[in-house]
Structure formats: structure tokens, C-alpha cells
């Protein structure tokens, strides 16, 4: 894989385009002339958890496109959907700044045109944990994953490990429909104090932002102690739900699963995965951390 040198011209030019021939005109012309291309699906509202992902596609392919949707079929919840962050301008800015070739921003009436019927549902994976509590959640995200995918055909498409359900669910699809189509899975990006970033952090007020790096601590103190020889699930699994005991926070769920077909485990063995969601001060949040890994 060519990847791409790392300095940029002075003023980069980032495409913007806003229809799937458009993308798709830009990502075979690239590939036609021998170039492979990576993507970067997001819902805009770039933060660095997002650049990380940007520089992971830099380095693996020649073009690089993001695509920027706030995806309304993934949301259960319309108020999540109404507030959720829109920074357009800055994510252009941010896109140029990194180096990206191409940025695809659709309209909702552009994704789900009037009389649209087709959903993509992924058994049992699209039903558990996040699926339960957000009915419909993974539907959408299969959904636009594969309508991006076939819109972008890239070489390479780059997931975040923070939506760690989002990425075995995508595996899955990707495998099952033979969608020719590499899966780079990038590290969860953090904040100094460990919260992983996201785009709903800026809706924590001061208090709730500090009681969030509860959720971390709780995770690496598991991982610490399952390095000294805790392997018992339920033990490990009460030391995070004792860290994050606060008058702020209502626990959704905490577990240790399996990183492919995310079954839980009773004893952890080093790769599982801790997995959690919670609500702190009115936020859903998630995180997780792979057993062995830290
Ligand atoms: P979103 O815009 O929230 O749909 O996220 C778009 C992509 O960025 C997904 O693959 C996410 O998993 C990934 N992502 C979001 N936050 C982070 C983070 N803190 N670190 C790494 N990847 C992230």
C-alpha cells in the first residue's frame, strides 16, 4: 500500500460533494488511475477522536474521503437527534487542515429519498447491549454504512474501537454481504484525564464532565487488577460498577464479552473486551477497554 507522504501544500483543496455520483465519480477516477482510497464515515463534529481515524486512512491509502451524515435512522431518541452537535465550516477546516481529498455531505433527502423501504438488520449482534437499549440503533447504521460503501467503494474503511458494538456489527456486514471492502479498526482517542472523546462531551455540563472520567478509571482499574489475576467476570465487572457509584450516573450496562460475537464471558481471558454504557448527568455515554491491552 502506496500511503501518503505526511507534509501538505500550503492551501490543500478538499472536494465537497453532496450526491453518491458525485463521491463516486471522485473515488473511480482515483482508482482508475491506480490510487486506493480510504474512508472515514462520521456525523461531522470533528473532534481529534475523528483526525485520529483521518490519519489512520492517510497512512494506509493515497485519497482519503470523510463522510459527514448525522444519520437519522440510527438515532431512537428524536431530541438525541435534534441536539446533536453541527459544526459544519469547522469540520471543512478541520478535513483541510488533515489532508483530506474529498468530503461527502449529503442531505437527509439525498440519503432517504421520499418512499425509501430498505432496512439492514444484522441478527442477535444488532439486538444486544447498545441494540437493546436504542431498538433500531444498528439498523441505521447498517443501513447508511452500506448505502456509504456503495457510494465511496473504497479500498479501505476506517472504524473506531470506542463504538466497539458499531465495529463487530460492521464486520459482520461486511463479511456476510462480501462488500469488497478492508476494515481498519483505529484506537480510541482520549482525553488527558482518559474520557474518551465524542461529540456528545460538550453537552456534559462542569460537574457531569468530571463524574464521566469515572467510567474510565473504572475500566483501567478493572484491566489492573485482571493483571494481578482477577479473571471472574462478575469480580471485574463490580470493581467499574463501584467506580462509577455517583448520584449522577444510572448505569445502562457493563459487561465482558467476546470482541467478534460479543458473548458474554465468565471468566476473562486477555483480548475480551469490558464493555459499558452509561448516562451521567443526562449524556449517554460508552467506553470500553480490551482486557490486556493497557
Ligand atoms: P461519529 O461521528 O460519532 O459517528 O464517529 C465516526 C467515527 O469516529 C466512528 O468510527 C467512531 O467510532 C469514531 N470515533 C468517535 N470518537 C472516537 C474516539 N474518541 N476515538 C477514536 N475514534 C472515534
Do not use: W
Not at 20 to 44: C, E, I, K, W, Y
Amino acid at each position: 500500500m502506496a500511503g501518503r507522504r505526511s507534509f501538505l501544500p500550503l492551501i490543500h483543496r478538499v472536494h465537497i460533494y453532496t450526491t453518491p455520483s458525485q463521491v463516486q465519480a471522485f473515488s473511480d477516477l482515483n482508482r482508475s488511475s491506480g490510487r486506493t482510497v480510504a474512508f472515514v464515515p462520521t456525523m461531522g463534529a470533528l473532534h481529534e477522536g475523528h483526525c485520529s481515524l483521518i490519519e489512520m486512512a492517510r497512512a494506509n491509502a493515497d485519497v482519503t474521503i470523510v463522510s459527514s451524515f448525522v444519520n437519522p435512522l440510527q438515532f431512537d431518541n428524536a431530541i438525541d437527534f435534534e441536539k446533536y452537535p453541527s459544526t459544519a465550516l469547522a469540520d471543512e477546516n478541520v478535513c483541510r487542515l488533515h489532508g483530506v481529498d474529498a468530503l461527502y455531505r449529503p442531505s437527509e433527502h439525498v440519503m432517504y429519498p421520499e418512499g425509501f423501504a430498505t432496512s439492514i438488520h444484522i441478527h442477535h449482534l444488532s439486538d444486544i447491549f447498545e441494540g437493546a437499549s436504542r431498538p433500531g440503533h444498528f439498523d441505521g447504521v447498517a443501513t447508511v454504512v452500506t448505502k456509504l460503501l456503495h457510494a465511496v467503494r473504497p479500498d479501505i474503511a476506517v472504524f473506531g474501537a470506542k463504538d466497539f458494538q458499531q465495529v463487530a456489527v460492521v464486520k459482520r456486514l461486511v463479511r456476510d454481504l462480501d462488500l469488497p471492502v478492508r476494515l481498519i479498526v483505529a484506537p480510541t482517542k482520549r482525553e488527558s484525564d482518559g474520557l474518551a472523546m465524542s461529540s456528545r462531551n460538550v453537552r456534559l455540563g462542569v460537574e457531569g464532565r468530571r463524574e464521566a472520567t469515572r467510567l474510565n478509571e473504572g475500566l483501567r482499574e478493572a484491566c489492573t487488577r485482571f493483571a494481578q489475576g482477577t479473571t471472574r467476570s462478575s469480580d471485574l465487572i463490580d470493581i467499574v460498577r463501584s467506580h462509577c457509584r455517583s448520584a449522577m450516573i444510572v448505569i445502562d450496562y457493563i459487561d465482558i464479552v467476546d470482541p467478534d460475537s460479543l458473548a458474554t464471558v465468565p471468566y476473562a481471558r486477555e483480548g475480551d473486551v469490558i464493555i459499558l454504557a452509561m448516562v451521567v448527568g443526562g449524556v449517554r455515554l460508552i467506553d470500553n477497554m480490551i482486557i490486556g491491552s493497557s
